[in-house]
């Protein structure tokens, strides 16, 4: 079985996004119920976790013994979990200790950088025998499956493939990124984690979620544990409190942490200065949860040497290719794009010929992209004199924008920032030929789908500048 096979397979898995059915009532009383449950649609991810781990023979214990960091929010997540793994993989070499890091995180749009260890995406034919296994294990290759069994879905799918490799290549620690909730969420079935730790905290997935700081922050909480420590960074009011009132009601101790504060423990102000402004919030963070994972014992040796060694691509991501300067980062919601447009002004500066590409795949009831692109338009609409919209991905079929909404998309920014040439282009490769030609030289942004700079990204690194 090849890893095409598997991709093929996987892909499978995917279920259309249900418009009109309602939320799936907690199945076991213990299971709390969202404050704004009558508001959600489809059913709750983590349904059938356990089940499936069990039929591959995974006890709750086998996964305890992981020692699972567990990393909920809405921006930072992946940056976060991506600087523990280098903070804890540095400690590791310096003090001559084997330490094997096991790291998931989502999205991507290619299934096996979802799954590394020590820091490398699995090798497809690794991704691939430990995905048969998987598939097979379920008796997902039997055209009749034993009554009252339902497959996974495609996240639920990569979160069970990925800890069936951890625990078969014998990692000592996982840092898992929670996919888009908390309490429902498809990861959230590791009973005793060693850590849990949440993220910076705003508007997104709405419908799922719910439409305020609290109740989002509600779902992002339900991966605390009693008695487990939980770490979070400063939060607005709202969210803030609910966090609070959620680790009281669960039992978990809380940290929220001084980003100045935890950095400063380790570093001095000059080498904080070498932490990219962006990322400094999730440096810091990052640097709690490992220095708390190893009973203090983190060093500013090992932050200095792990944030050089942080390479998370798609994220503040700075690419020369065609000549021109590509500043590439995957927001995909309004938190994030207020993030990336101030980076934005602060590394590229004033241009002449500014040009932005844009995507956005993610349905309305999703995100909003009305406000995304309001975001833009409001801190760099007086610069960028160029659009570029893109319909689809070239890699995947399954990101794709229908043409009526690419027009709102260009309307929108006509209505709200007039001096603004408009350019449809059917993929990514043609955005990026179309960026060189009118950019001459001169600086593109790339944003608004993280599925948009990945494949940007696969052009610009395989293809001769």
């Not at 429902?184 to 419908?207: C, L, Q, S, W, Y």
């Not at 998370?312 to 980062?329: E, L, N, S, V």
């Amino acid at each position: 079985m090849t890893y095409q096979e598997a991709l093929t397979l996987l892909e499978q898995c995917r279920r259309p996004f249900p418009t009109d059915s309602p939320a799936t009532p907690s199945l076991s009383p213990s299971v709390p119920r969202a404050p704004n449950a009558s508001t959600l649609r489809g059913n709750q991810p983590l349904l059938g976790m356990s089940s499936w781990l069990l039929t591959l023979g995974y006890e709750p214990e086998h996964i305890n013994r992981l020692n699972v960091i567990h990393v909920a929010g809405t921006k930072g997540k992946g940056s976060t979990c991506a600087y523990v793994d280098c903070f804890l993989r540095r400690h590791a070499v310096r003090n001559g200790i084997k330490r094997k890091i096991g790291l998931y995180t989502s999205p991507s749009l290619w299934p096996r950088n979802r799954i590394r260890i020590d820091s490398n995406p699995l090798p497809e034919d690794i991704f691939a025998k430990r995905f048969f296994e998987v598939y097979k294990g379920l008796s997902l290759d039997s055209k009749m499956l034993p009554p009252g069994t339902k497959p996974p879905g495609f996240l639920q799918m990569l979160a069970i493939v990925s800890f069936h490799t951890f625990i078969k290549e014998g990692v000592d620690v996982v840092i898992c990124e929670a996919h888009h909730g908390g309490q429902f969420d498809a990861t959230n079935f590791v009973e005793r984690p060693a850590i849990t730790a949440i993220t910076k905290i705003g508007m997104d997935h709405v419908e799922n979620l719910g439409k305020s700081l609290q109740h989002i922050a509600w779902h992002k909480s339900g991966i605390f544990r009693d008695q487990v420590l939980a770490l979070s960074v400063p939060q607005d009011q709202e969210a803030e409190d609910e966090i609070q009132r959620r680790a009281a009601e669960i039992g978990a101790p809380l940290q929220f942490i001084s980003i100045k504060e935890a950095l400063l423990r380790f570093l001095e102000d000059d080498q904080i200065k070498k932490i990219p402004l962006e990322q400094r919030e999730n440096c810091a963070l990052a640097a709690q949860i490992a220095h708390v994972f190893l009973d203090q014992s983190l060093d500013g040796r090992d932050i200095l040497a792990g944030v050089g060694d942080c390479q998370w691509p798609a994220r503040f991501d700075i690419r020369h290719y065609g000549g021109c300067t590509w500043y590439m980062d995957g927001a995909h919601n309004e938190t994030s794009m207020q993030v990336v447009a101030k980076w934005y002004e602060r590394v590229a500066g004033p241009s002449s010929v500014p040009v932005l590409i844009f995507a956005h795949f993610s349905k309305k009831r999703t995100r909003s992209w009305e406000k995304i692109l309001e975001t833009l338009v409001e801190s760099l609409g007086s610069h960028i004199q160029h659009v570029i919209l893109v319909e689809r991905i070239e890699y995947d079929e399954h990101f794709a924008t229908p043409g009526e909404l690419l027009e709102n998309f260009g309307h929108f920014w006509r209505e709200n920032w007039s001096p603004v040439t408009i350019h449809n282009e059917t993929s990514v490769k043609d955005a990026i030929e179309r960026a060189e030609r009118i950019a001459v030289g001169g600086p593109i942004l790339v944003t608004g789908s993280l599925y948009l700079v990945e494949a940007a990204l696969e052009i610009v690194n395989n293809e001769p500048s």
